[in-house]
């Protein structure tokens, strides 16, 4: 996922987890950050995209809507720390 056209196409997709191919460089990786513009930035986190080409921004999963509701779909969108469909909590 470095091609940046491809990468520029993230956003708004929907996410699937899958188990890990093994091929390098088809799986994304997501690391936990803290989500510092949330009301909570000692217990709230951002998923952020590794693996960035040059020149773009990061993604970060989403949720499709503010419903707390299960079966919310998950999205990537690019990262706003401001955005708070971004923003998680365990628990």
Same mark, same amino acid.
């Given at each position: 996922?470095?091609?940046?056209? @491809?990468?520029? $196409?993230? @956003?708004?997709?929907? +996410?699937? $987890?899958? !188990?890990?191919?093994?091929? @390098?460089?088809?799986?994304? #990786?997501?690391?936990?950050?803290? !989500?510092? &513009?949330?009301?909570?930035? %000692?217990? *709230? /986190?951002? +998923?952020?995209?590794?693996? #960035?080409?040059?020149? *773009? *921004?990061?993604?970060? #999963? @989403? !949720?499709?809507? /503010? ?5 919310? &779909? ?8 401001? %955005?708070?469909? $971004?923003?998680? !909590? +365990?628990?």
């Amino acid at each position: 996922m470095t091609h940046s056209t @491809a990468y520029a $196409q993230w @956003a708004g997709k929907s +996410l699937v $987890q899958e !188990a890990c191919s093994g091929t @390098a460089g088809s799986e994304v #990786v997501w690391n936990l950050v803290p !989500a510092t &513009r949330s009301p909570d930035p %000692n217990n *709230q /986190f951002m +998923l952020v995209s590794t693996n #960035v080409p040059v020149d *773009q *921004q990061p993604y970060c #999963v @989403a !949720a499709n809507t /503010f419903l707390d509701t299960n079966g919310n &779909r998950l999205i990537a969108e690019p990262c706003d720390p401001y %955005n708070s469909s $971004q923003w998680w !909590a +365990l628990g």
